[in-house]
């Protein structure tokens, strides 16, 4: 069974629209780590967030925010007043702990391809 | 700071050949991990190293998948007889595991095509 699904296989929009990446995850551990990655054109995946299972508070970074419900396996990723620049595609991921230490590998969803048109 | 670098980033073989990327990952990360992504998917993870000892493998990583990290540093991840279904982008990651607070730092990846 996929650990991570994002629903969202493709979403466009127009420039200075708002977005919402889905994340829905799955895991039978009480301590687990959820993060987003940012893959552009260029295939390279840079590090967008990290969040604990603890930790439900929701974060803001400049356009980008975060929302992490637990009661609904969450963890979605808003752009505000997207751009150009911002059309990527998006993956979410899960990493379980064990007694406190991370395991390692990271469990990947499918990804969201964004695409921004100015 | 520099990051995860790999080389080569692009290679074209042919089916039966013997392929080896390497990997450097960001200096003083004690862990470095090797994913596989194929098109219109997420990474798979294959094999990650705690300094030099392999500490976990994929069963995606079959008997003509070999990697090694022999001093700790950079990591080699080797493809024997190679088949076109190994075509992918390999993706090599670095990270300092301390306690719970681990991110993984990507690097730009290697690009494989079996011909």
Known sequence: ?118 | DTGVSQDPRHKITKRGQNVTFRCDPISEHNRLYWYRQTLGQGPEFLTYFQNEAQLEKSRLLSDRFSAERPKGSFSTLEIQRTEQGDSAMYLCASSLAQGPWETQYFGPGTRLLVL
């Open chain 1, 1 to 118: 069974a996929q650990k991570v699904t994002q629903a969202q296989t493709e979403i466009s929009v127009v420039e200075k629209e708002d977005v919402t990446l889905d994340c829905v995850y799955e895991t039978r551990d009480t301590t687990y780590y959820l993060f987003w990655y940012k893959q552009p054109p260029s295939g390279e995946l840079v590090f967008l967030i990290r969040r604990n299972s603890f930790d439900e508070q929701n974060e803001i970074s400049g356009r980008y925010s975060w929302n992490f419900q637990k009661s609904t396996s969450s963890f979605n990723f808003t752009i505000t007043a997207s751009q150009v620049v911002d059309s990527a595609v998006y993956f979410c991921a899960l990493s379980e702990a064990d007694r406190g230490s991370t395991l390692g590998r990271l469990y990947f969803g499918r990804g969201t391809q964004l695409t921004v048109w100015p």
